[in-house]
Structure formats: C-alpha cells, structure tokens
C-alpha cells in the first residue's frame, strides 16, 4: 500500500468525502488546504449526465468569469492586414497567417488561446488535427472566430474562460487562484456552473448535472452542493 505523506493526510483532514458542503465553505476549504510554494489555481469539475459521441449531447461555451482567472493568457490571433494591425494594437501575443499556419504545423505552439477571423477559417482548417485535442480550434460558438478581433482579445486576456465536455462526461476548468479572497472565488465558480447550465444540450436526457466538486492544483477535492447557488443536481 502506498504511504500517504504527511501533507496529503493534512490536507484531507477535516473534510468528509460523503458529505456535499455549500459554496462558501467548500471555497473556504479549498483556500485552506492551498499550501504549495507557488500560488495554486482553483479548479472546478462537472459530472454531467450526457454522452459527448452524439452531436445533440455535446456541451461547450465560454463564461467570463466576474473576477478573472488570475492566469496570463498568451493569445495569437489568424489574421491580414488591416484587421492583423488591429488585433497587434489589442495586445495579441502573436499574429501572422500563412507563417503562423507553418509555425502550428512544426509544433510551434506558443499560445493559450487561439482567435481568427472570419476569412481565415479555409486556412486554420487545416490545422484541425493539431489545435482540435488541445481544446484551441476558433469557434464562432465560443467567439473565437470573429471580424472584432479586439474584443475576443480582450475577453481572452481579461478571464475568458473556454469549456467543453469531455469523453466521460466531465467539464473542468480554474476558476481562480487560491490567492483570490473568497468572495470572488466563489463568484467565479458561480458563472462557471451558471454557464454550464445554460449551455444544456437538447439531447440531455434525465439527470443533466451529477457531481460538482472544486480544488486545488495540489489539493484535495471537496464536493459542492449545487443547491447553494441555485442550482437541483437531478
């Protein structure tokens, strides 16, 4: 058997794995049990009731978190001429084209986000193998293929936040560093969970959200109750 080290068993005393706690003390808990040497991210993770494989069932958006995510995005951005200048002057990391599409095709990734525009979507197509798993594909869902680059910038750089469902069912995302008050934390996770309840697919059939718990980076997770923020797990 694996012998637990003395941070973890103080990490996970106090909390009861069978009890579902209310926002405010599971974010309470969470910030407690940060205790690494570098500043934790708070982390959410969503059970949902639904099956990824068929398109009706598929869930995915973007929420602005109220707070900000308290992590610096590096955003690159597909684009031409006047519209290249523009997403420049808004504080793009990286802009470019054809050379960016090279860039992509030998690995060169130095980006979080990824934004195009419009006309640049035949090109970026091509690219739907290497940005697709790695959750950066520019979608007009999520608003990262848009004519107003500056302000999918914006949003990128200023908390926006991209979700999708995974295989399993699950929708995870940071919501905020251990270092936020508490308040704002639990803010955060609110729009997160919010976002994901409107983003229910018409093909959800029965229990729509399962499970709902937060973390730290190297924390334990702690089960929410999604009735403290208005929310019926079915």
Known sequence: MAKVGKRTKAAVEGIDRNKFYDLDEAVKM????????FDETVEISMNLGVDPRHADQMVRGV???PNGS???????????????????????DIVGAEDL?????????????????????????????????RNMMPNPKVGTVTPDVAEAIQASKGGSVEFRVEKAGIVHAGVGKASFEQDKLAANVRAF???VMKAKPSGAKGAYLKRVS?????????????????????
Request: with cysteine.
């Open 30 to 37: 969470v910030k407690d049990r940060a205790k690494a040497k």
């Open 214 to 234: 937060v973390s730290s980076t190297m924390g334990p997770g702690v089960k929410l109750d999604p009735a403290t923020i208005g929310v019926a797990a079915e």
């Open 63 to 65: 929420v602005a978190l």
């Open 70 to 92: 308290g992590k610096s995005v590096r955003v690159a951005v597909f684009a031409k001429d006047a519209k290249a200048e523009e997403a420049k002057a808004a504080g793009a």
């Open 193 to 195: 969970i919010d976002a």
């Open 101 to 133: 599409a090279e860039a992509v095709q030998k690995g060169e990734i130095n980006f979080d986000r990824c934004i195009a525009t419009p006309d640049m979507m035949p090109l970026v197509g091509r690219l739907g193998k290497i940005l697709g798993p």
